[in-house]
């Protein structure tokens, strides 16, 4: 990637921090072994894991033994709904409450769970209002007897639409049966997360939306929460996912972490740079949707979802900002190399003709208030360019 363009799809992945990046190579180099040999190399494994483990318990302020480590935020998703589909199935029905927003590991997942077992595994997939957050009234009628999991994701990787703990929280201690899961890819190391006054059973986190490398996640599994194993075959991850750990990723994602700005700072930062990014927006004549809240309340700074009229085929748009330097992108990036209609901005009600024409744009803790207006510029350019055409 050449050093003048300007990457701002940083909730599909962001740049490995180089420090993290350094941190890999090293254990990988000079603690090779196995963690479960018992000879000096294994040991060296061992301790450079356990001290991994250690640092991103203490993140959530956890527990090391509450750390499950994965390959990715969707194995940590998906091993939160099959252990809980698993663990209650045999004793009746497991009913499942979730959004409509959901990232498509979960709500993917979902569908999967439900037609695999039908009549055993029933979702409620509870709607939002057009700012994207939860229906609370439609929230709380959902939840039942059986219900045994809400899953919620808690940043959306499309709007950066926060949905409120405080709600959350609450329904978790109205209904002790009920297990709570947050998927907290977008917004963990942006947000303050503390286990011991969050009444959370599951979190879910994805190493390479924080600067570290691809291939590494985790899930926070609150102790005595019921679970079933992923994966059978060794002792590996207290017996919940077998198989040899990649040790040098997960001593470069505790790095990424020990090297997270300041919340208060970054996301002080990236409300700047909105500021700048919209005010360069409006200072070349392009009018534009906000899809979301403007309030950082109930929306993450520096994750937000713009909508130009007249814009036939985003792809085009996508296409064109690449091609002058811009790197954005418009769903998730799970949906690998199509373009499609937005699930979530659909659930919003966002119309149509909007949703042709909808972007995401995610800053990094590397940019610069140069990046951010030079980014917008290009971004109007290329959309007066497309209107214009139309």
Known sequence: MGASMIYFDNCATTPVDPMAAAELARVATECFGNPSSIHSAG??????????????????HASSREIILTSSGTEANNFVIRSVVEHFAPYGRVHIVTSQIEHPSIYKRLEYEAQRRPGQVEVTFVGVDSFGRLRIDELRAAIREDTRLLTVIHCNNETGVLQDLHTLSALRLAFPRLLLHLDIVQSYTKFLFDVRTLPVDFLTVSGHKVYAPKGIGFVYVREGTPVEPLIVGGAQEFYRR??????????????????????????????????????????????????????????????????????????????????????????????SGVVADSRVLKAMGVPEALRRGAVRIAFNKYHTEHDVVRGAEILARCVKRIQGSA
């Open 242 to 335: 077998a198989g040899t750990e990649n040790v040098p990723a997960a001593a470069a994602l505790a790095r990424a972490v020990q090297l997270a700005p300041p919340h208060s700072e970054l996301l002080e930062r990236f409300r700047r740079f909105e500021r700048l990014f919209f005010d360069a927006l409006q200072n070349e004549g392009v009018d534009f949707h906000l899809n979301g809240p403007s309030d950082y309340e109930r929306r993450m700074p520096g994750i937000f979802n713009l909508a130009f009229e007249r814009i036939p085929n985003k792809e085009d748009l996508l296409i064109g900002c690449d091609l002058e330097g811009l790197m954005i992108s418009s769903t998730s990036a799970c949906h």
């Open 43 to 60: 040991r060296c494994a061992a301790e450079v894991l356990q001290q991994a483990r250690d640092t991103l318990a203490q993140s959530l």
